[in-house]
């Protein structure tokens, strides 16, 4: 049904979804293997899907998501549509923006949530927090890099203050993947 009112044949909608997620199915891709779809794109994924079909579970904190949260560029152009539009209007944005994401987006809302049911709380935040860790990662793994290129005797102060910032990133991404695991074991 969604893709009719978006516009797209309902096919393009299932072989993008089986694209996206690398899943074998049906269509002209699935006589190769499917790939292997990094941890931080299946999070961001089903972070956009519970924004998609259960906006409730999402709407107090959506707005205090930064876009960098999401690595994906095609999920960053999803999510900038999502936390500016409201559930309503989403189809009719997402054809203004493209093809490419109104397919993206028309395979987000039927595509099922990994937790397999319908999604509740605990299961959103502990998705938003593993999404959390992702960005997390991220900025751990770029301040790394920087220190490697920094010689500790001549750029002394740069050196300390990085490794100062890698520590409080460490135990920022410790702290969240606790929590994330406590929200986990409960869903």
Do not use: W
């Not at 293997?33 to 519970?50: D, I, T, W």
């Not at 490419?100 to 938003?128: C, M, N, R, W």
């Not at 790394?144 to 102060?157: C, I, T, V, Y």
């Amino acid at each position: 049904m969604l893709a009719d009112a978006v516009g797209v044949k309902t096919n393009e909608v299932l072989i993008e979804m089986e694209r996206m997620t690398g899943a074998p199915g049906t269509g002209p891709s699935a006589e190769r293997a499917p790939a292997r779809v990094p941890p931080h794109q299946k999070v961001e994924r089903e972070a956009l899907k519970l924004m998609i079909q259960a906006p409730q579970l999402c709407e107090p904190g959506i707005t205090e998501i930064a876009l960098e949260r999401f690595a994906t560029p095609a999920y960053q152009k999803v999510f900038d549509l999502v936390r500016v539009t409201p559930a309503a209007g989403l189809v009719s944005r997402a054809q203004e923006r493209g093809e490419s994401i109104q397919k993206l987006v028309a395979g987000l809302s039927v595509e099922p949530l990994a937790s397999g049911g319908d999604p509740t709380a605990d299961y959103a935040h502990h998705v938003f927090l593993r999404l959390e860790e992702f960005e997390l990662s991220r900025k751990i793994d770029a301040a790394r890099k920087e220190l490697e290129r920094l010689n500790p005797l001549k750029a002394q102060d740069e050196y300390d203050r990085l490794f100062e910032q890698l520590v409080a990133l460490e135990g920022a991404r410790r702290r969240i993947r606790v929590a994330a695991e406590a929200v986990g074991s409960s869903t």
